[in-house]
């Protein structure tokens, strides 16, 4: 079936350093992928997103690139801050049915110190 | 343009009480999801619905818990009779348009669920 795999966290960064969280996924056609944060106590917010392959989302700094060929969609910032201190989840519409509900992965908590 | 609204944002119930969690999308959105976060994981789909039908129920328990988004008023999430593993936070999304699958999806803040 579909999934999405991220790597396991906390991930812990000294504020300005680079960031990678890698996310893999299984799908059956061609679904559109996203990351959402979620900071503590609130409900998810739309990151970035990206509807086909080799599609690049990018926002406040964050991006992400479709790769059909490795199933994946890496998220990366260059500089990272304290307020980036989230949890991270890494999702895709799942393309059966065409419902356009969301099929997540675990998250990834991203702790930056100053 | 206010976001999803949900209320309450803490439920506390105790076992065998009913729960009820309301929904209000996005002004001109007429597609709701509701999501189930536990403790330490990611967000598992419940229910997909439009005005007075549900599309997509795959995810929902098959006892005690039901959905119905009416032609007025906002969504509901029903959880009869409460078990302790019902504590979570429960989240609602909504997107503007139909079964699109590039839709963007906008999440209210959740109901954090505490079962005594």
């Known amino acids: 079936g579909n999934s999405v795999t991220q790597m396991e966290g906390p991930v812990t960064l000294s504020e300005e350093a680079f960031l990678t969280i890698n996310c893999t996924y299984t799908?059956?056609?061609?679904?559109?992928l996203f990351w959402y944060v979620q900071y503590p106590g609130e409900g998810l917010q739309l990151l970035l997103k990206a509807t086909k392959a080799d599609d690049k989302g990018s926002n406040k700094g964050f991006e992400a690139t479709y790769r059909k060929e490795t199933t994946s969609f890496h998220l990366e910032k260059g500089s990272v801050q304290v307020s980036d201190s989230a949890v991270y989840f890494c999702?895709?519409?799942?393309?059966?049915?065409?419902?356009?509900?969301?099929?997540f992965g675990q998250g990834t908590t991203l702790q930056v110190k100053p | 343009n206010a976001g999803v609204m949900q209320n309450p944002r803490h439920l506390v119930r105790r076992r065998g009480q009913e729960a009820r969690l309301r929904c209000s999308p996005m002004k001109g959105h007429s597609h709701v999801y509701w999501y189930r976060q536990l403790p330490e994981e990611g967000l598992k789909f419940m229910v997909y619905?439009?005005?007075?039908?549900?599309?997509?129920e795959s995810g929902m328990p098959k006892e005690r818990f039901s959905a119905e988004f009416p032609k007025e008023g906002p969504s509901i999430l029903r959880i009869q009779q409460v078990v302790r593993g019902d504590s979570a936070a429960y989240f609602c999304?909504?997107?503007?348009?139909?079964?699109?699958?590039?839709?963007?999806?906008?999440f209210g803040p959740g109901t954090r669920l505490t079962v005594l």
């Open positions: 619905l439009q005005k007075e039908n549900i599309i997509d």
């Open positions: 799908a059956t056609g061609y679904p559109s």
């Open positions: 999702a895709l519409s799942d393309p059966s049915g065409n419902t356009g509900k969301l099929i």
């Open positions: 999304a909504s997107s503007p348009q139909a079964r699109g699958r590039t839709d963007t999806q906008y």
